[in-house]
Each structure stands twice: as structure tokens, then as C-alpha cells.
């Protein structure tokens, strides 16, 4: 079961540390990471594995949106089936 | 393997465009709480919903973390209730409708659709009382809607029903003009309902349904009409194209969530319901889809063939989305609760007669349309009439929602707030109908329904 975490928004250092950091709190491994930086627009999608994690789905979706807010980004946690079912048949 | 774009995409449509689940609804069947004694049957029934529906808005609320997505209301609809309080006669049937609310304010869902009667060929006991019953029933709950059946294409028109929902549409708006008129607002007149409806205001749980089950409502004006935007110079056959593409995504979204919620909750998935339901947000018209196809304003000459091609692509390109497709299905054109339907209304273009036509060619029918509150009873029963035979000739659902307005006339505005939205008094005719609306009996089925 994986989930993908997606990070839009001004670059600044160390967002990759402290989205991949909340991951590793919660035993959620990183499979892949895919990132550009255009025109200081930073623009991150990260693929990770949920299901050992050590809590609920939404504590991590929810620490994730907080830390959005902290640093200015749009964070978005989502499973991946929606992309799944959404681009795939 | 996930591709960047297509992720930035889902979520643009969620976060820029008003993707949304509309409703995940439960139908509940409560043909096994009827009892000749009102009070034991509405416990049964109190009993049986909060048990089926314990988890639902928990259910709806985790999907929606889980998957990013937000579902804006979790229903239930039910049985309809003249089918359940027919056995207990002589009992007053505003005693189902709040036991109906009191079992919405426990599980905590937005809506119960079910007080229904179908009467399209006639009226069986316990129709009357409870049609009867429909603007008291109304006023005293928030959260229960109401639904009947007048006609369909098998059994053509039943006219004493048309000409008594003219008076209740009436009584409706009158007991709750202190509220805005809001009775009416739960009350739809149906030709041809379709039994897993999972919209409101008519949904109810047709007897042909099982026990228990779930149906999506999806929604998403706001996608296709970004996705048109794209291609300015394209020509029909290519917008169809997208249209059909746009509508596999946002339905492949509902066949997850309900196949999710089914089986969180252990519950049979029924259907997904295809329809494109607009809300009074910005961005969230399927006015401004037809104007985005080339309209000037929705209503002008050309909008019922937009209008048509729109409904057709929506219903391909969800059918491959999807393992059940059913409900209503198509475009909504709900009029208070769109925002380029309420300017087109404004500025003069769109009127009562256009939006007919146009709902010859879409999903359901008349729509939130608030009318001057001085309308006779026959000029609503015509109204409903005509509507419904729409519907009974094209094989299609039709329906009339329809506020009169008391106290107001045309070029005020009814404030409904919320998902309603609100609604500009439109002009209807003055000349009268009351001599064929008391004509009352049946209007035959059509030839075309002689299929045997």
C-alpha cells in the first residue's frame, strides 16, 4: 500500500529533509522521489510505503497539511489508488 | 507507474476546480419495519437505520482523508414511507417524517430521502394521507426530503396527483415563509424516478432494491469546464471527445469511493450516479460549461444542442468508468444552485419555457426554479404536467422542483444559502389551465411503451 505526498510551492532548503523526516517518525518508507525547481517554484512527488507505518493514515496525512501551513507549501498526502483508478485502466 | 502530471492533475482538479464526491448514499430498505401500529413501526424503523447507517459518515469522513478527495454529504435514503405507513391506518404519517429526522440527527448524515409515494397510475392506501401530510411533514423536520411519483412511460400520467401536488407545492411554500420558503425546496414531482437515485431531493430506495446499499453521486462542472477551456478552436466532435475523457476521470473517482465505502461498511456498491451537479461556488456551473462551448450566456439559442451533446459525452464516458451506472445520470440544471444559471435568469435570458426544452435533453428537469409567490395551485400542477410528459413521451426521468415564493414577485431574489444557493423569481404565464388541470384522470401511456 502506497501513498503519494506531493509538495508545491516556493523553494526554500531543506523541505525534501523535513517531508522525508515526518516520513521516517511514522515508519513510512520512501520508495521514490521525483522533484524540479522551476523558476523557484519547487514541485515534489514522493511515493511512500504505508503499510508498516506506526499510526492511523490520517496522522500522517494531517502532519503533513500542518507542516504545509508552517513552511508556506501546499503539501497533499493521498493513497494512490485515486491516481490509480483516475489515469489507469 | 504514477507519471507527475497525471498526480498534478487530480489534484488540480480537486484543489483549483470543485471536484467532488456529492453524496454517498445508503438505501435502506424498511419493508421489514411495517406494522399495523405506527408507534411500533416508527421504533423498528429508528432502530434499523441507526444500525445500518452507524458508520456511514465515519466511513465518509475516513475516504475522505485517505484519499484526498472531499465527499460534501452523506445520505440516506429509505423506502418510500407510504408504502411502510399504509398499514397503519388512520395514523398520522408526520410521525414517520420525524421519526426519519430523529434518526438523521444520530447518525449525523445531511439528508433522509424517502417521504415518497408512487401514485403514477393511482393511489393505493396510505398515498393520500402522506401526500397529504408532505407541507406539515416539511415544516417540522430539517434534514428529510420528499418525493412522488406521478407518472411514467408504462403507465402515462396520473392527473388527480398532478392537480393535488399543484396545492401542496402551494401549502408547502406557505407554511414556511418565515423560512424561505424552504418546503418546496425538499419536495420533487417525479415521471419515471429511477429507485437508486442517490441525490437529493429525490432519493428514496425503491422496493425492487436490496436491503441495504450504497450509491456515489459524483459531480464536477467545474473539470469539464477547464478541460473545454484548453481547446478553443476544437470542433464538436473533438469537444465530445474531451468531454467523454473528462467524464471517465471524475467517475472512475466515485467507482472508488463507493466501492471503498462498500467495503469499509459491508455493504452491496449499487450504483455510481453520473450526474454533473453544479453548486453556487465559483467555478462550479454547468451554465458556464455551455458558455464555455460558445454561448454567450446560457439560455441563448443553441444552449439546448450544447446542452444535449454535454449530456450524452458525460453518460459515455462515465458508462466504461464504472461497474453500475444508475440513478439519474447526466446534467443537473438546477437553477438556484448555479451560478451562471441564476446571471443568465438575471440578465434576461434564460426563462421557464427554454429551460423546458432544455430538460428534454439532460437529466431531471425543472430544477430550483422559484416563481412568483401569487402562482395558482393548476399554473404549478400545468407546470408539473407538461414536465412530466416530457419525460413519459422521451423514456427519461423528469422532475419539478419548483418555490413559490411567497410574498415576492418577479425580480426579487429568494436567499436560500448553502448548497441552494438562491434563486432570481421567474415570470410564468398568466393565462389560466385550471379547467384541464380539473379535468383530473389519467393520461394514456404513449404508443411506444406497447413493448411486449
Redesign the interface.
Known sequence: MRAVVTVIGKDSVGILAKVSGICAEYNANVTDVTQSVLQDVFAMMMLVDISAMSSDFSALSDRMTALGEELGLSIHTMHEDIFNSMHRI | M?N?Y??????RMI?NECLDIRTITMGISLLDCISGDADTACTKIYDKITKKAENLVKCGE?IE?????PIINKRISVTPIAMISAAAKGADPVKYALTLQKAADTCGVNFIGGYSALVQKGFSAGDLELINSIPEALSVTKNICSSINVGSSKAGINMDAVALMGKIIKQSAQVTADRQCIGPAKLVVFCNAPEDNPFMAGAFHGPGEPDCEINVGVSGPGVVRSAIEKYPDADLSELANIIKKTAF?IT??G??VGAKASEMLGVPFGIVDLSLAPTPAVGDSVAHILEEMGLETCGTHGTTAALAMLNDAVKKGGVMASSHVGGLSGAFIPVSEDAGMIDAVNNGTLSITKLEAMTAVCSVGLDMIVVPGDISEETISAIIADEAAIGMVNNKTTAVRIIPAIGMSEGQTLEFGGLLGSGPVMSVCDKSCAKFINRGGRIPAPMHSIKN
Not at chain 2, 6 to 11: A, R
Open positions: 504514477l507527475v497525471d498526480v498534478l492533475e487530480t489534484i484543489q475516513k482523508k485517505e484519499y484526498g478527495i476521470k472512475r473517482m467507482q472508488l
